[in-house]
């Protein structure tokens, strides 16, 4: 697997979004290489968007999302789980993409339909914020079978992953073919009801009939 370039996440956020899907996390610790194929995401647009933590301006919890692009973001909720999120786009936009669940693939235990879940299997916890993922033993990868291509800055529609793109409003919308194209159907963020007009933007990513996506 190759891991994704620093060009990959310093484009439009729901673009990248969009191309995590079936995109591989890959964590290895205490000698123990971990995989799960990431199935679901929700995207947040910087500091006009209520919903995103950096919407509360600079601090030492956000700090991390107004930095260079390709970081992970991880922060702790209800006092027990951690939260994984990737930085896009240029730094001190403050926008982020949160993982939201994973398919196992290689040496995860436990249900990881959900945030914190899915960091409890993966062993990610407060450890890895801000941790490069261009690094040799965090990274998100292409999958062996997925064609490895010049990353466009310019990308509206997913260009690496091939997907099609299902939405409630606007139908299906095809890109390029492939043997086997991901569907990807697009919903509110889920827990943001705070968040008054935002919280009915479609900014929930998942793969269509995927078992292992997170239910609200």
Same mark, same amino acid.
């Given at each position: ?34 995989i ?17 933590? +950096? !919407?509360?301006?600079?601090?030492? $919890? ?6 260079? #692009?390709?970081? @992970?973001?991880?922060?702790? =909720? ?29 040496n ?7 945030p ?20 040799d ?23 690496? +992953? !091939?997907?099609?793109?299902?939405? $409630? ?6 890109? #390029?073919?492939? @043997?086997?194209?991901?569907? =990807? ?30 239910r609200?």
């Amino acid at each position: 697997m190759r891991r994704l370039p620093r060009s990959f996440y310093n484009r439009d956020t729901i673009v990248v979004a969009r191309e995590l899907l079936g995109k591989y996390v890959v964590h290895q610790s205490r000698g123990v290489k971990r995989i799960g194929r990431i199935v679901e995401v929700e995207a947040y647009l910087g500091p006009h968007d209520l919903a995103a933590h +950096s !919407a509360r301006g600079l601090t030492d $919890r956000t700090k991390v999302m107004f930095g260079p #692009p390709g970081h @992970a973001y991880v922060y702790l =909720i209800y006092g027990m789980y951690y939260c994984m999120n990737v930085v896009t786009e240029r730094e001190g936009h403050a926008s982020a993409v949160l993982l939201r669940a994973l398919e196992p693939v290689k040496n995860v235990e436990g249900r990881t339909c959900g945030p914190g879940l899915l960091c409890k299997a993966m062993r990610i916890d407060k450890r890895l914020n801000a941790h490069d993922l261009l690094s040799d033993n965090f990274y998100i990868a292409w999958p062996d079978n997925e064609s490895v291509g010049r990353v466009s800055p310019r990308a509206v529609i997913p260009s690496q +992953s !091939a997907a099609r793109w299902e939405s $409630r409003s606007t139908g299906v919308k095809e890109g #390029p073919p492939e @043997a086997n194209p991901l569907v =990807i159907i697009e919903r509110p963020r889920i827990g943001v009801d705070y968040a008054r007009h935002w919280a009915r933007r479609h900014l929930r990513f998942y793969i269509k009939g995927c078992p292992f996506v997170s239910r609200p």
